[in-house]
Structure formats: structure tokens, C-alpha cells
């Protein structure tokens, strides 16, 4: 969040809703928010002040990495992934955002349907976290040793959290307080709910049992699967994507053992495949009635938009995989991606930031500061239980 509000002030934003250059990316124009005001914006914000419309537009751009970072997780040097995130901000998040939302953006005038971030959120993050997932290689231990979530009750409280907050990403999108807000708002609940259901039943067919992790990663699912449709679709086309969502993510994820990539959070499963579908039901289900500034779809008698969706899937696809892996080959160049062996083991809660997430037995992370004395001990320590278990 630090991190992208201060790229995006200075030149996120410009990059990416500023002035066209030739459909691909905005100009410089805007660069430290120069003429970026109060006012409303005719292209934007036609009823709100531009710089609400910035902000509205920057807690996306925040949260677009920050996703791609469940796919790395607990391998990755701190100062990689500062560098990373910049870096993929600048040359994936804004060009793509302007390529689908930008005043002049190639894929708008074609007409591609992204409500509220579809193929500009989930899909840049889901390709993007695959390549990370492949590149920098797999967690040691994985495959061998259990790596279950170490605390189911936050997993609720933070599925809960994006339950909530998404209506505002969702509803948000319409820019004012009006109906298709409103229908966005029902949209979202619904396909939430309905891919909540449908990944807890498959679950409870496969595997014998329903889970909390389960019911929660569904609804995330749900979620992820409607942003790109909330504002064109009803209820009941709503419902269809998010019960089929739950049921792709779910499969996708147990996949996943079988392709042999480590994505720690499901990142490619739940937000790649579910903003993959999610696009596509958009072309599918899309609706005029609905929303008269946008199309309809295959199922409302236009075909032609699913073939439009699909290229901007592929087009997203395109600029996510490539660029990502120059960014991290450039990154490894630079500072190096991965953390040393014994590091990893340590844990990079000590071995990067000298601290740790729980106090246990009445020790204080103040005694691992400096990375000297007990720090360098504990190292030692794990390393040698690691060699041992091995």
C-alpha cells in the first residue's frame, strides 16, 4: 500500500488514465498529479471530483500486486520483492489498466467489458503468478512436508473482510450512487454466495467432507469471477458464474498438484481461472437491459462479444507473461530473487525482518534484532532440524 500510493502519485496514475498515446498507454501529462483536481472529469468522473476518481482507482492498482504475492510466498528477498512490485506496477499494472479502462485505451474502443478489474486485476495477477510460481521454483519441503494454513479462523476473517469490501470495489465501479450500483452490489453478493456453495459441494462430493477453508476460497472465488461482469449482468446470470466459479477454481486448484508448480496461496487457481471465466461469462451473459453503456452478450443475442472478450483475455495473457518474466529476470540480475537456503529455512519473518509473527514461551523477537547472538543460533538450529528430517 506505501508502496504504490507513493508510484501512483507520482507517476502510476499518468501512465495509466492519463492522455492517450495511440491506445497503449497514457502520457506524462499528469505526472505528480500536475492538473489532476477537484473538478469533476468529463472522461472519468463525470460526477465525482477527479482526484476521488484517482483514489478510487489506486486502491485497485494497490491491491493488484499485492495478490501476486501469495504465489512467492516464503521464498522471495524482501528487497526483490520491493523491486518486483514497482517495477510490475509501472510496466503491467498501468499500461493494461489503460488498455481497458483509459480514455482512448485499444481494447475499450473494441469494446471489451471489464466492470470493476476482471482481466486489469485478477487475470494480470493470476498469469503473472504462475510465471513467479515457475521461475523462482518450488518452497523447500514442498511436496514432502504438510504446509496447511497455520491459522484457519484469520483465513475466515480475511475472507469475510474481501466479502465486504468488495461490494465497494464492485458497486463502486458505477461511480455514483445509482441503480446499476445497486445492481452491481446484488450482483456480487449473489455470485459470491453461489460460488461459496458450489466449491463446498464439490468439495463434499470428491473429497467426503465440506470445509471452512473450502466454503471461504469459494467465495473469494465467486468474487473474483463476477468483478468483470457485476455491472452488466442480472441475479440470476450472477448466480450461474458464481456457482460455476466455485466449481472451475476448485478443480483448478486440486490441478495444481499435478502440473507440480508451488503457488502457496492458489493465486493462479482461484483469481487466473476465476478472472479467465469470469471474462469469458461476461461475453455469455452480458445484457443491454442492464446496462445500456455496455453490450450484450452471446446468450442475449450477440456472439461477437464473447470473441471480444477473448481477445482481451489473450491480450492480458500476453502482457502479463512476458513482462513479468523480464521484470524478474531483470530483478534477479539486479538484488537476486530467492533467499539462501538457510534463510528459508530460519523463515523470512527472521531472516529478512529480524522479528516474529507470534511470541511463544515468553521470548520477544528483540532478541533476533541485528541478526547476530540467538538470531544466527535459531538459523543454525532449523538448519540442522531441516538436515535431520531430510
Known amino acids: ?4 500510493s507513493v508510484q501512483w502519485v507520482l507517476w502510476g496514475y499518468s501512465v495509466a488514465f492519463g492522455p492517450d498515446k495511440g491506445g497503449i498507454i497514457g502520457g ?6 500536475r492538473g489532476v483536481g477537484t473538478e469533476p472529469y468529463e472522461a472519468y468522473a463525470k460526477t465525482i471530483p477527479h482526484q476521488a476518481f484517482m483514489l478510487f482507482q489506486m486502491m485497485f492498482a494497490i491491491i493488484t500486486p499485492a495478490l501476486i504475492t501469495g504465489a512467492f510466498a516464503e521464498r522471495k528477498k524482501f528487497s526483490a520483492f520491493i523491486l518486483f512490485v514497482l517495477l510490475w506496477a509501472t510496466l503491467v499494472y498501468d499500461p493494461l489498466a489503460h488498455w481497458v479502462w483509459g480514455d482512448g485505451g485499444w481494447l475499450k474502443k473494441m469494446g471489451a467489458l471489464d466492470f470493476a478489474g476482471g482481466t486489469v486485476v ?12 515457475l521461475m523462482i521454483g518450488k518452497r523447500r519441503g514442498y511436496g514432502h512436508q504438510p504446509m496447511q494454513p497455520h491459522n484457519l479462523p484469520m483465513t475466515v476473517m480475511g475472507a469475510a473482510l474481501l466479502w465486504f469490501g468488495w461490494f465497494g470495489f464492485n458497486a463502486g465501479s458505477a461511480l455514483e450512487a445509482n441503480g446499476l450500483a445497486v445492481s452491481a452490489f446484488l450482483a456480487t453478493n449473489t455470485a459470491a454466495a453461489a460460488a461459496a456453495l458450489g466449491w463446498m459441494f464439490t468439495e463434499w462430493m470428491t473429497r467426503g467432507k465440506p470445509t471452512v477453508l473450502g466454503a471461504a476460497s469459494g467465495a473469494v472465488a465467486g468474487l473474483v469471477a463476477i468483478t468483470p461482469a457485476s455491472g452488466f449482468v442480472g441475479p440470476v446470470s450472477a448466480l450461474m458464474i458464481g456457482a460455476l466459479a466455485g466449481v472451475f477454481c476448485y478443480s483448478a ?3 495444481k498438484s499435478k502440473l507440480g508448480y508451488d503457488d502457496s496461496l492458489d493465486v493462479v487457481g482461484v483469481h487466473g481461472v476465476g478472472g479467465t471465466w469470469g471474462a469469458i461469462a461476461t461475453g455469455l451473459w452480458a445484457s443491454k437491459a442492464v446496462n445500456p ?6 446468450f ?3 456472439p461477437g462479444q464473447l ?7 489473450l491480450a492480458s495473457y500476453a502482457l502479463a507473461a512476458v513482462m513479468t518474466a523480464v521484470i524478474l529476470k531483470v530483478v534477479d540480475a539486479i538484488v537476486g530473487l530467492r533467499v539462501p537456503e538457510e534463510d528459508e529455512v530460519a523463515g523470512l519473518d527472521l531472516s529478512q525482518h529480524s522479528e516474529t509473527a507470534y511470541v511463544l514461551g515468553g521470548g520477544s523477537y528483540s532478541e533476533f534484532s541485528g541478526g547476530g547472538g540467538a538470531f544466527s543460533e535459531a538459523m ?3 538448519e540442522a532440524k531441516t538436515r535431520v528430517a531430510h
Open 253 to 255: 486448484c486440486n490441478f
Open 28 to 33: 506524462l501529462e499528469w505526472i505528480g498529479l
Open 1 to 4: 500500500m506505501a508502496l504504490i
Open 380 to 382: 543454525r538450529a532449523a
Open 122 to 133: 485478477h487475470i494480470s495477477s493470476g498469469v503473472s503468478a504462475l510465471v513467479c510460481a
Open 307 to 313: 470473441w471480444t472478450q477473448i481477445v482481451a483475455i
Open 300 to 302: 442475449f443475442g450477440n
Open 293 to 298: 453503456d455496455g453490450a450484450d452478450g452471446l
